[in-house]
């Protein structure tokens, strides 16, 4: 059943969100699936008119990132003296990364200022588009704001670049000429103030296979390195979205003993094999805590499988042979007459005291029964999912009984690729708990714990990482949005994979829900405009994410493609050669 997996779940979601930050209720999206001859929306409606009802959103601190701006501009819509209250609080408000914003953000903002607002746009690096962003009507929402003597608001064009260098700099101009429609150029006549270095700062490289474009590029990384003492921590390898490449660069470059982090994350928490034991035990922990529990009870809470899945888990240690021998143990120690299953002499100790057992033989289920004691105990009153997760982890062990966060990381620092995405998963999970303690102050007990159990797709999240000074970073470019590093290679520019013309959002029409609002917002333009516009906006939004990828860059940028049987270089990678004077 297609509605039932992550795909799906992920298309209904973006559909409600967009619906959400253009202020479309329900019964407008009913419409809409009529006038836009869309009859999929009037089954969305449905559900999204059940979404609103069951989560319970207009009665609770909770709120999605969509629903809290709608929500936001709502209330200082309706409650004059709380809106001149947040606007005598806020006299001079500044905008970073404007042409990010959709009409939902517009609207609130028309709504907070007052006195002095000041928009910083570069709408050749909007990569939100997407997700409703409307980069080409700037020019027309930047002239409906006037200053306080009715003229239009002053408009001041940059034209030097801090970052890169002169060719990077000059490369990045001459990519963004070829966007289709843009009414804002004044701002690609920009010289670079960095002075060009001896070596070419641009490096293009057509290789044989994804192996051996990692190769390139890793040892390019560490010539870098030892040559001209460039910490790893300036380097980073850029892709378009998550894939296989990710794992081969990352095998490859491990392989030349360099450090990286991979910041891509394309499964849901609860399927990361370090985060989603530790998930369990909370959820155990919160349903065993101050409670009596009945057989039934915990066979229920512990079902058989779930039993051999704790115990085979990092956390209990376990292998299949090693179970095994442990069942079989049990069942002979058992007493005459005694007729219980192993899994339910297991299930008993680990839900009561087993002081008894020798742990040199069962040292899997004393860890488990450990971790589930650690936790019971950390569910206090007023306590949250976060303090739980975080008792269940400071109380993990591995063989030696030396907290397993230790082992881990020094076996990362080592080299295990396992060790290093285990801790990755496990930061990521603690990371969700802050963003779901940040936005929903004062919620305790198991929520965030039981939001993760039914996610079944990626979530979000706008929190910066930190960037480590020893490592390379390997990430997709929308996590590169907003950052920088003295190296990058932006690797797999070919066609199918950069530029990806593959329709977005065309199950649902997420895609066609914002363009039909996006109607309204480009009245000034002809038909003619309008529609070369959207015809041209897929290959667009593939355009500014490689213009995001190369300026990332400030002294040195890899360009990679492989070309064989499957693949070949793109019209991105060829206007580059053609752009540097490459045959």
Not at 37 to 66: I, M, Q, T
Not at 100 to 108: G, M
Not at 314 to 334: P, S, V
């Amino acid at each position: 059943n297609a509605s039932h997996t992550g795909a799906f779940a992920r298309e209904l979601r973006d559909l409600i969100s967009r619906a959400t930050e253009h202020g479309i209720t329900p019964q407008e999206l009913l419409a809409l699936s009529k006038s836009e001859k869309f009859p999929l929306w009037e089954a969305a409606s449905n559900f999204f008119a059940n979404y609103r009802e069951l989560s319970g959103l207009d009665h609770e601190n909770a709120f999605d990132s969509s629903e809290l701006i709608y929500q936001a501009t709502i209330a200082l819509e309706n409650d004059q003296e709380f809106r001149e209250d947040i606007r005598s609080r806020h006299k001079v408000i500044l905008v970073d990364e404007f042409h990010e914003s959709d009409l939902a953000h517009r609207k609130l903002l028309k709504i907070l200022y007052s006195d002095e607002l000041t928009l910083y746009v570069d709408p050749d690096s909007a990569i939100g588009r997407f997700r409703g962003a409307d980069p080409e009507s700037i020019p027309t929402i930047i002239d409906s704001y006037l200053d306080s003597r009715g003229k239009p608001a002053a408009q001041i064009t940059l034209t030097r670049d801090y970052r890169a260098t002169k060719e990077i700099t000059d490369l990045a101009i001459s990519i963004a000429q070829g966007f289709t429609f843009s009414r804002m150029n004044a701002h690609r006549v920009r010289t670079s103030v960095t002075p060009a270095s001896e070596e070419n700062d641009i490096t293009l490289a057509q290789c044989e296979s994804i192996h051996d474009e990692a190769r390139f590029i890793a040892q390019n990384f560490q010539r870098k390195h030892l040559h001209e003492g460039i910490p790893y921590g300036e380097m980073a390898v850029i892709i378009r979205s998550p894939s296989t490449r990710a794992t081969t660069l990352r095998r490859v470059f491990a392989s030349l003993n360099i450090p990286v982090r991979e910041e891509i994350q394309s499964l849901p928490l609860n399927k990361l094999p370090a985060v989603a034991p530790l998930i369990t035990l909370a959820a155990l922990a919160f349903s065993l805590a101050n409670k009596s529990l009945t057989a039934e009870r915990a066979e229920e809470l512990l079902p058989n499988s779930l039993i051999d899945e704790l115990l085979l888990s990092r956390y209990g240690g376990a292998d299949f042979l090693t179970l095994k021998r442990i069942r079989a143990t049990l069942i002979n120690a058992r007493p005459a007459g005694d007729t219980r299953t192993s899994h339910q002499i297991i299930r008993e100790y680990l839900t009561s005291s087993i002081a008894e057992l020798d742990w040199s033989e069962f040292a899997p289920i004393k860890r488990i029964s450990d971790l589930i004691a650690s936790g019971r105990k950390a569910v206090r009153p007023g306590a949250t999912s976060e303090d739980v997760l975080w008792a269940l982890w400071s109380s993990a062990k591995d063989d030696a009984g030396a907290p397993l966060a230790q082992r881990w990381q020094r076996d990362a620092i080592e080299g295990d690729e396992s060790a290093d995405r285990d801790l990755d998963g496990v930061l990521a999970l603690f990371e969700a708990a802050a963003r779901y303690a940040d936005q929903r102050p004062g919620n305790t007990g198991d929520a965030f714990i039981k939001q993760l159990i039914y996610e079944s797709i990626a979530s979000d999240t706008i929190a910066a990482r930190a960037q480590r000074p020893d490592v390379v970073s390997i990430l997709t470019t929308h996590a590169a949005k907003g950052r920088q590093w003295s190296v990058v290679a932006v690797a797999g520019v070919e066609e199918g994979i950069w530029p990806n013309l593959t329709p977005r959002g065309s199950l649902l029409g997420s895609e066609r829900l914002v363009e039909s609002q996006r109607a309204a917002s480009a009245a000034d333009r002809t038909s003619r405009e309008y529609q070369l516009a959207a015809l041209s906006a897929l290959k667009d939004d593939e355009r500014r994410l490689f213009y995001n990828a190369i300026t990332r860059a400030r002294t040195a940028l890899i360009i990679t493609a492989t070309a064989g049987e499957e693949a070949r270089p793109s019209q991105f990678f060829n206007e580059v050669a053609e752009i540097l004077g490459i045959d």
